[in-house]
């Protein structure tokens, strides 16, 4: 963990810092923190989120699979980009990351199918 | 959006279907319409929560310029690495794939703020 000292070294113009400075300093770390641990907050959720979406993606495959469906569905595909573009638009974010985002799971999804042989690779 | 004729059409050994096999045909694409309602779901929550994501990483990039901060912090990056990995065992995830996700959201970190000139580039 960076403390406040890795901080005030790294910080310009240091090397005759006065009270105020290191004052200020540590508030500049307070509220970092706060915001790293915001961040953590949502990487962990999203991480058990997809872990989630990993399972429901693993019992898609099984349903084809026992019932002799195609891995592939374009229009599928085509349907969730279009509204993970629009969700984007909806959040303030690029729609071209929204569609990167899910090029990015789908390609984890196909990789866990090509390690499990003989299964499909439905893209979900 | 795909019909449960499409399902029909594509299903093996369906051209002489009868009735049990419809019946049978129309369970499968109950489950597999509901599945894919649950994955639109997370990934609508996992778009949102990503779209705040990136506000807390911008908040970072103005405190860092701010304050004369170096953007990169090798050793946040590190600690980040180890804490989704271990996510990642605990949520039956492959490691690796965590480790791939935050490298493509810092990816993505990074071209927010090459999009933004003259702003740092902080790898939260």
Known sequence: MATNENLSSIAPGNSGSGV?????LDAV???LTAIRQS?????AAVIHMLAERFKF???????????????????????QIARLRALAVE????PAFAEKF???????????????????????
């Not at 105020?20 to 200020?24: F, G, L, R, T």
């Not at 495959?61 to 891995?71: I, M, N, Q, S, V």
């Not at 959040?91 to 690029?94: C, G, I, P, T, V």
């Open 29 to 31: 770390w307070a509220e």
């Open 57 to 79: 993606t693993q019992e898609v495959g099984r349903l084809k699979a026992a019932h002799g469906l195609p891995a592939a569905d374009p229009e599928r595909e085509r349907e």
């Open 91 to 94: 959040s303030r974010l690029d």
């Open 102 to 124: 899910l090029n990015f799971i789908i390609a984890e999804v196909i990789h866990h199918h090509e390690r499990l042989a003989g299964r499909p690779e439905p893209v979900e």
């Open 20 to 24: 105020s400075e290191d004052a200020s």
């Open 39 to 43: 961040i953590d907050n949502i990487d």
